[in-house]
Each structure stands twice: as structure tokens, then as C-alpha cells.
């Protein structure tokens, strides 16, 4: 195991699963032909990509007990992120999501899963709440609570925290993981136990009502968090605290695929807030990584390591 007896400097609970993305871009999903297998979903894509960044990480998820399931396994490992959290669900195939590619900003997404997917078998019995409870950075989805028994894990990983710093929820809003509703509810009470917020500007109007940046962000602060994050895609970011506004520019990229953006800018704020940077820096950082990712095709495998973050910038700096 990567942790070798060491808590995580950053710990996810969530999504995992096989991205199957086409290799031809701009091709409608019937007329594909040749197809590139990856690891996917948000929680194990952020894990991933605080991993490049150095960080001790570790995954808490569940995969079916079939191939793709030991798939994402070797993956994980192989990426770094510590799977010893991920469990087996046998009866539930691990997830399979296929995209179209629609540069720049039309990326549709086919989940073949179901509210009985593995990732949403989590129980509260079960979760390594020692390991939760220290971790540098607890990094929840509101997808995670869409469903029991995942919602109540998480409820009660929350509790464990005890609104400790770093204790993130992405806003990360998928609308068929919630077929009858109650996203803006269960992020409502999230938000209460958590002290980080982080989503873009639609899934800040699920939670809060309101669209435009600053107002989201109030609301956030408002709705119990210390930090709250506003990704604008291309348009840069936006962070608040009570006593700060940040609002940096989005970086310039030739957009290839912009699904695995908001999962890179998740690990490299991580990276910034275990490094104890000022907010100004934590952003500019991530923003610059969402921009690399967004260049590329894949999500999970794509994600920048720290040194060409930092040249991203100085280019940027230099144009």
C-alpha cells in the first residue's frame, strides 16, 4: 500500500470507474470507430490529480468484481492513489461511461451505470473513519449523496471531520444521478459540515439558486463553508472568504476535450491548500492545470504533474 501505515495527505470518496472516449474527435458516438480505455470519475480523477502533484492520496470507492473493475484497480495504483479503501461489490458492475468530443465546449456524456453502481454501496460501518478524520484534505461529491447507502456514509464521514479545515465538497452535479430531485437539499446539508466549497456555475445554482459568481459565492459562504470556489471554465475562477475575493483569468488553450478540467483544478488546489499558499496562488495554479487537462484527451491519465503547471504559468506570464 502507498500509505505504508501514514494517513492521507489527501482522501476521496466517490465516482470510479472506465471512461471509454472516442479517439476521433468531432465524430458523432455512432459513427466512432476506435475508442481509448482510461480510469474515470470525479472523486478518482481528483485523487489522481493531487497524486502528480506528490501528494499522499488514497481513494475510498467500490468497483464491481469483474475485469473493468480490476482495471481501475491496477490503474489507481499505477497513478499513484493508494485503492486499499476501494472494496469489491460483487452483483454490480463497475461503472462504464462513453463522451462525444465536440471541441470546444460540447462533450456529452453516456453513463451506463445505476443507482446500485458500486461507488454508491458505500456504507457507514465501513468507512475508515480514523484515516478520514486526519487526513490533510477530505475531498466529497454531491453525487455521493444521490443514493442510499452512500449518503449516509458521507453523512457520517462529515461528522467524523467535525468541520475540520480541508474538509472539501465539489459540487460536482450530474442530473441523472438525481432522477427525482433533492440535489439542492442534500447539498444544502452538506454544506453545513464541510468548510470548503468547490463547483462551476451550474452546479452552484443547484445548490444555492444563484448563477453568477460573487452571488454564488456569498451564498456559499453563507450556507456554512469558510472558502467557496466558483470555477468559470475559460473565464478563470473565482474564491471567497470572509474577509477575500480572488478572481483570476482563465488560461488560453486549444480545448480538446473539457471533461477532466474541474477534476484537475480539484487535485491542484488541493496541492496549494496542503502548501499552505495564499488563496491567489492556489488559484492561479489550479486554473493553469485545468487548462492543461482541458488540452487533452483523456482525463485521469492526462493530468499535469507540478513542473509543467509552473511552466503553463510562466508562459502565461510571458505572453
Known sequence: MLLAGKTAEVLCVGRVGVDVYPTQIGVPLEDVETFGKFLGGSAA?????????????????KTGNDPFGR??????????????????ESGSPTPVTFCEIFPPDTFPLFFYRTHTSPDLRLRADAMPVEHIAQAGVFWATLTG????????????????RGRSPNTVLDLDYRPKFWPRGGAREQA?????????????????QVA????????????????GVELAVVKRGPAGALAMTAEQVVDVPGQRVEVVNGLGAGDAFGGA???????????????????????LVAGRLECSPAMPVTAEVEAALADAADA
Open 45 to 61: 480523477n481528483v485523487a489522481v490529480a493531487a497524486a502528480r502533484h506528490g501528494r499522499r492520496t488514497a481513494l475510498i470507492s
Open 71 to 88: 482495471f481501475v484497480h491496477s490503474k489507481l495504483r499505477q497513478l499513484g492513489v493508494d485503492d486499499c479503501f476501494v472494496g469489491l
Open 145 to 160: 449523496c444521490s443514493a442510499e447507502p452512500s449518503r449516509e456514509a458521507h453523512f457520517a464521514a462529515w461528522k467524523v
Open 188 to 204: 444544502r446539508a452538506a454544506l453545513a459540515l464541510c468548510t470548503v466549497a468547490v463547483g462551476n456555475r451550474e452546479e452552484c
Open 208 to 223: 444555492t439558486g444563484e448563477s453568477d459568481p460573487v452571488r454564488a459565492a456569498r451564498a456559499l459562504l453563507d450556507l
Open 269 to 291: 488546489l488541493c496541492h496549494g491548500l496542503l502548501a499552505g499558499w495564499d488563496l491567489e496562488r492556489c488559484l492561479r495554479f489550479a486554473n493553469a492545470a485545468g487548462g
